[in-house]
């Protein structure tokens, strides 16, 4: 008798794992937009990325985060650099960030280059753990001074 009670938690207890790991979507999906220009800093070893994310809505938020990549051709080399933000709240409205990426092997230049963006935010909606993610790019922004 103890044995099949015991059998039936662990059934419950799987079950209401499985759906907290798969989470709802809460609201609209993650958007991720990319600016079409990033402005140069630092003698070339950052450009600043402007992003527009749109999350959630969570209450609360436990964790949100925005990476943006860029690459560029420099002479007989390509710059790469990466930087990320959580800086932005999810509350399913629309949200201007920006994302400093850092050189990672030779500076940047004014030009074209190729950005990419990833975000994921999680919460609870509605007392539900709920996981959203995005992607934006590749696509081509120019680096302004």
Do not use: W, Y
């Amino acid at each position: 008798m103890m044995k099949k009670g015991f059998i039936a938690l662990i059934v419950a207890t799987a079950m209401c794992m499985t759906l907290l790991a798969r989470g709802a979507s809460a609201g609209d999906p993650m958007t991720l937009t990319l600016g079409s220009s990033a402005t140069l800093q630092g003698h070339g070893l950052e450009v600043v990325v402007p992003v527009t994310v749109s999350c959630g809505p969570f209450s609360p938020t436990f964790f949100a985060n925005v990476f943006v990549s860029v690459r560029e051709r420099v002479g007989h080399e390509i710059a790469r650099g990466g930087g990320s933000t959580s800086d932005f709240v999810c509350d399913g409205s629309s949200h201007s960030v920006t994302v400093v990426v850092n050189a990672f092997n030779v500076p940047f230049h004014p030009g074209q280059s190729e950005a990419t963006a990833s975000g994921f935010a999680d919460g609870l909606s509605g007392g539900v753990f709920q996981f959203q993610n995005a992607t934006a790019g590749p696509q081509e922004i120019r680096i302004v001074h």
